[in-house]
């Protein structure tokens, strides 16, 4: 009778693992002779399908006797794995690592037993079993995350509420600070206030000054020559220095007629001189001629005369344009050299003076922002 119920549950379990996995195709003789490898072919895909990770690190087709270390780890974990599925409805059943290697018939029978009407109910019965464990799981992740939320937040409330006291001390420490130092506030503000008032007395001098230099600067500038003018009196010299040259010339030519015009009253007087030596002996018609040759002699001399007054006057005139040159020229260096060191004179005070009034300014935007930050001080101490 004993045997007939295990045939009959050998039949269901070969019959549940062919329906279940195909493709192990077991037969009731591997099931009444177990063997490690068919153990293991048949556990691997089980535990995949309960969602256990198994992985075998050798071939487990081959019936090798292989007893490295990796290959008795992998079993072990096999071990545990079917153990634990064991347990669920049996807490005292163990599987041991010798079942798999030395396996036995019942045994082999029992734990694939379990294992396939284990898988069957939950494919059966899957909707039913996992929705609410599901929804459990989510309702408790979501509390577990408002949990953890409510917990930052109420730390973080800790943490601002101890950092709001300590902030409130120090602003009472600050205030009572302030509130000390407030007469030696109000002290240096009317020093300030009187420092400033004097700045602004010596900004205003500085100004009316600034203004009197301006107005003198402006003077000046009118006093210079300006560069127009320059070229025009550049432009005059150049003029007379070419009529000067363009006389030189003519004057030389005047030179050597009046030297030729002399030569000939000279010699015409040493002729006259022997004419009137020589007028007792000289007879009457000769003195015709004689008196010819006065006229031709006076003549002569009033030729010379208004010759030497021309070149005279040509002399003269290149005199007056070289003087004109040079007093234009002396003029016009005197007044470039004088425009020149009032301009720099100017220029160098009127900087002195922007650098005052710059420095001044500084100060009175120093001592006025002083002045603010005081009030603004006095203002809060005032509120508080």
């Known amino acids: 009778?004993?045997?007939?119920?295990?045939?009959?549950?050998?039949?269901?379990?070969?019959?549940?693992?062919?329906?279940?996995?195909?493709?192990?195709?077991?037969?009731?003789?591997?099931?009444?002779?177990?063997?490690?490898?068919?153990?293991?072919?048949?556990?691997?895909?089980?535990?995949?399908?309960?969602?256990?990770?198994?992985?075998?690190?050798?071939?487990?087709?081959?019936?090798?006797?292989?007893?490295?270390?990796?290959?008795?780890?992998?079993?072990?974990?096999?071990?545990?794995?079917?153990?634990?599925?064991?347990?669920?409805s049996f807490p005292g059943k163990t599987y041991t690592y010798y079942d798999i290697t030395q396996p036995t018939a019942k045994t082999t029978l029992n734990t694939l037993d379990v294992l396939f009407n284990y898988w069957c109910f939950y494919r059966m019965h899957k909707?039913?079993?996992?929705?609410?464990?599901?929804?459990?799981?989510?309702?408790?992740?979501?509390?577990?995350?408002?949990?953890?939320?409510?917990?930052?937040?109420?730390?973080?409330?800790?943490?601002?509420?101890?950092?709001?006291?300590?902030?409130?001390?120090?602003?009472?420490?600050?205030?009572?600070?302030?509130?000390?130092?407030?007469?030696?506030?109000?002290?240096?503000?009317?020093?300030?206030?009187?420092?400033?008032?004097?700045?602004?007395?010596?900004?205003?001098?500085?100004?009316?000054?600034q203004s009197q230099l301006q107005s003198q600067l402006n003077h000046f500038k009118q006093l210079v020559v300006l560069d127009s003018d320059v070229a025009v009196v550049k432009m005059e010299t150049k003029q007379l220095a070419a009529q000067i040259e363009n006389c030189k010339p003519e004057m030389d030519k005047q030179e050597q007629i009046y030297n030729e015009r002399r030569l000939e009253i000279e010699t015409i007087a040493q002729l006259s001189q022997d004419i009137d030596n020589a007028f007792n002996i000289v007879p009457p018609d000769m003195l015709s001629g004689y008196k010819e040759v006065k006229k031709s002699n006076d003549r002569l001399e009033k030729t010379h005369k208004s010759i030497v007054a021309k070149h005279q006057g040509l002399q003269d005139t290149k005199l007056k344009l070289q003087k004109t040159v040079e007093q234009s020229e002396a003029s016009f260096k005197a007044r470039s050299l004088q425009a020149e060191e009032q301009v720099a004179k100017q220029q160098q005070q009127q900087q002195e003076q922007q650098a005052l009034i710059e420095q001044q300014s500084a100060e009175i935007e120093e001592l006025q922002q002083s002045q603010f930050t005081l009030q603004e001080q006095l203002d809060e101490q005032q509120r508080v």
């Open 127 to 209: 909707k039913n079993i996992m929705q609410p464990l599901s929804e459990r799981i989510h309702e408790r992740q979501a509390l577990s995350a408002v949990n953890a939320a409510k917990r930052s937040e109420l730390e973080q409330q800790q943490q601002s509420g101890v950092q709001h006291k300590l902030d409130i001390k120090e602003c009472e420490a600050n205030i009572c600070k302030l509130h000390d130092q407030l007469p030696q506030a109000k002290a240096e503000l009317n020093a300030q206030s009187k420092a400033l008032r004097q700045l602004q007395s010596d900004l205003a001098v500085a100004e009316e000054q």
């Open 1 to 88: 009778m004993a045997m007939k119920n295990n045939a009959a549950i050998m039949e269901q379990v070969c019959k549940a693992a062919n329906s279940l996995f195909p493709e192990l195709n077991v037969r009731p003789t591997d099931v009444a002779n177990p063997t490690e490898a068919f153990l293991v072919r048949i556990l691997i895909p089980c535990l995949r399908a309960y969602g256990f990770r198994v992985e075998p690190p050798y071939n487990i087709e081959s019936d090798s006797n292989d007893i490295s270390k990796v290959k008795r780890i992998f079993l072990a974990k096999l071990c545990r794995q079917v153990q634990k599925i064991l347990q669920i």
